[in-house]
């Protein structure tokens, strides 16, 4: 039997520019198996801009006894294909025993993983993240129960849960871009009301403590849709917004991403998540109603949901040719002191990227003052800038 070809583009509209996977949308002809998605997706194939990260959160549900082609080693190859068909840069998964950790981390050739059960062990349920190895560098990482404290070391189920939970998260930098950002993976639990919400508010704190001024994701089956009093908590926060709400373009109309095993499941309940911080911008937003004929497979009893983002900024060097320590600064203004807390030095800055649509003013003194040289492309040597601006930028605007 030929192999299917499946392929979606979903491209973004903001300025940074990274290779991406980019396929039509097609189904085979030529073989018995044909893919069903929604309408919206059929009639849309691609979504207009380019570049950007791909972030993914699939409750991939565990290797448990199921029949047939609910069996994982039916969907296993399903799973794989979801992720390498949207070239996703950072995949959050939930339920995955240690034995689909292992099938995972033998499938996706260039992911790196963190995470540990959450009985403390690696046979046990993860939270897990996968994250490309070639893009990001992990920097820190860790996991911790949603339980009061926040401890490091298995405890629960803690106040009306049914079972213990988790959530990993990453500190990433992007290789390219300098760029540091923090993502969280998390699962909550399915019966506990009082849990739900302990653990969003917990998140919610263990978040803003840990953060910073820097961008994060949190990602994960929350078992809450976008009317629990869980979700609420999260979305109406001064730090949080569920990235359907501020995505350019959303797909498909119904958001719901729990099937039941149902290839078109009815209503518009989402209990799989990402959300954001206001650094991000996203761009497109998806829920992936995929299956494979015939036989309707599944994946996953859960759709994975799909975002494309990108935090507009540049990216500064200390040597020519975007050599030496980089930093990353979002669009904003930068004073002395504000460069310093970055780990931009005085008369420090050498080199610089500068995306599409962003632009760079270096100023020769403190309070934007004095000479100003103005960029809108990457510029490898500052020392061929008229007058030189090699060690000179004291402030910064990213506009």
Known sequence: MGKLIYGLQLTLLWGFIFASCSKDLTNSSTTGEQLSVPTELQSSATIAGSGGYVMMTFNI?????DAGNRAWSVRRSLVKERILEHDCDIVGVQEALGNQMDNMASDLQGYSKVGTGREGNTSSEHSAIFY???????????????????????TGPAWDAAYKRI??????????????????????DHKGVEAKVNSANLLLTYMQNKIGALPAVLMGDLNAN????????????????????????????????????????????QIDHIFVTSQWKVSSRLVDWYHKDPGEILPSDHFPVVARMNVEGVSIFKDAHYGGKG??????SYNLADLNARGIENDWASSARVPNGVTLTLYEHQNFSGINWVLTTDT?????????ANDKASSMKVE
């Open 167 to 188: 959530c990993t998260w990453i500190k990433l930098q992007d290789k390219q871009t300098a760029m540091i950002f923090y993502v969280f993976n998390t699962h909550f």
């Open 226 to 269: 976008q009317n629990s009093a869980a979700y609420n908590v999260l979305n109406s926060s001064l730090l949080l917004e569920e990235s359907w709400a501020v995505a350019s373009s959303t797909l498909p109309a119904l958001r719901v991403t729990g099937n039941g095993w149902n290839i078109s499941p009815t209503g518009d309940s």
């Open 61 to 65: 549900r565990q290797d448990a006894p």
């Open 380 to 388: 490898p040597l500052f020392s061929q800038l008229t007058p030189t």
């Open 327 to 332: 930093v990353f600064l979002p669009k904003g």
């Open 132 to 154: 490309k190895n070639t893009k990001f560098n992990a920097l820190e990482s860790g996991t911790f129960w949603l339980a009061p404290g926040t401890p490091t070391t298995p």
